[in-house]
């Protein structure tokens, strides 16, 4: 039908503006010399988004002097200020849905070897390199996902006061060289498997010996705390890993179980992918399972296929059949 009207083909609206900028925007002097606008755009992670999104054709500007000096210089065009000082007239910052501290970036990193757990060097939000949101926007800690079940960061495994009163006695530690630290003392059982948050690493791997630590602490009636350094992708995706396996939970209703325990959870992209082969697996075991209970005359269907929706987007993927 385009074909047959007149003129040239129709084409999509350019996209529109983007504006980028923090709350203090300390670097971003106004007047500061070309040379040093470049330098602040190649090493900030503002920078970085901004390089990306000209690169995609957005129309993307940051603000220089971020929020703090926009608020100052012009208080009429702002809704909210960055203090509680700021008169009774302007109300508090809202707590951001998606700020800098939730941004999720992965590039061609290891592990470096002369700091402990870098954890791919800036992988991923769940990293030693990335500054940690604020205490106020975090869950409290550890956060119990089943009973005796529960998840968290490095910082919830060095609170022995906090263990001994949950009775955790068993400590999962999913990282590469964060020590286990009561191990001498003989009162916590500790398995440790060595994994990045890097999208080159195989977690699922370890789940058959994951799953069986955490049986093993719940058989006994004792806590078992699953950590990784802050709590939002490794230790997430072996605990959800875990619930589909013992509950029978799909991928999406085992996400959204933790998810709505702990709301700042951020798996890797490539540790979700194992969670999706995983499921599929579980999938097929439970299908031979039912031919065997069936003498084998239970009819040979293939699955439907499998989805996992993104809790942030509209938009759904699809695992591949083949």
Not at 202 to 214: C, D, G, H, R
Not at 271 to 296: I, K, N, P, V, Y
Request: hydrophobic share 35%.
């Amino acid at each position: 039908v385009r074909a047959l009207l007149p003129g040239p083909p129709l084409q999509p609206p350019p996209p529109a503006p983007v504006l980028l900028y923090d709350q203090g925007g300390g670097r971003h002097r106004r007047g500061e010399a070309e040379a040093e606008a470049e330098e602040w755009e190649a090493e900030s992670v503002l920078g970085t988004l901004l390089q990306k999104l000209r690169e995609e054709g957005y129309l993307a500007y940051y603000l220089q002097g971020g929020f703090s000096r926009f608020q100052a210089e012009c208080p009429h065009l702002c809704e909210t200020s960055l203090s509680s000082h700021g008169g009774p007239s302007m109300a508090p910052v809202p707590s951001p849905v998606v700020g800098l501290g939730s941004l999720y970036l992965g590039s061609d990193c290891s592990d470096g070897e002369s700091e402990p757990d870098r954890d791919s060097m800036s992988c991923g939000l769940d990293s030693e390199g990335a500054t940690p949101p604020p205490a106020g926007l975090l869950p409290s800690f550890p956060v119990q996902i089943l009973p005796n079940l529960y998840l968290g960061s490095a910082r919830d495994s060095a609170n022995v006061e906090s263990l001994a009163k949950l009775g955790i006695r068993y400590i999962l530690n999913v990282t590469p060289n964060l020590p286990n630290l009561f191990e001498k003392n003989g009162d916590f059982h500790y398995k440790q498997i060595p994994i990045s948050d890097h999208w080159s690493q195989n977690l699922s791997q370890f789940f058959p010996e994951a799953i069986a630590f955490i049986d093993e602490a719940l058989s006994q009636n004792c806590g078992v705390l699953v950590h990784c350094l802050a709590g939002v992708s490794r230790s997430v995706t072996v605990t959800v890993a875990y619930l589909m396996q013992k509950l029978h939970l799909s991928l999406n209703d085992a996400y959204d179980l933790v998810k709505r325990k702990k709301s700042n959870i951020s798996p890797n992209f490539n540790f979700m992918g194992q969670l999706l082969d995983f499921e599929r697996s579980l999938r097929l075991e439970e299908r031979r399972a039912r031919e065997q209970g069936s003498g084998g005359q239970e009819s040979a269907t293939s699955d439907p296929p499998s989805f996992f929706t993104t809790p942030t987007s509209e938009g759904v993927f699809e695992l591949d059949a083949t």
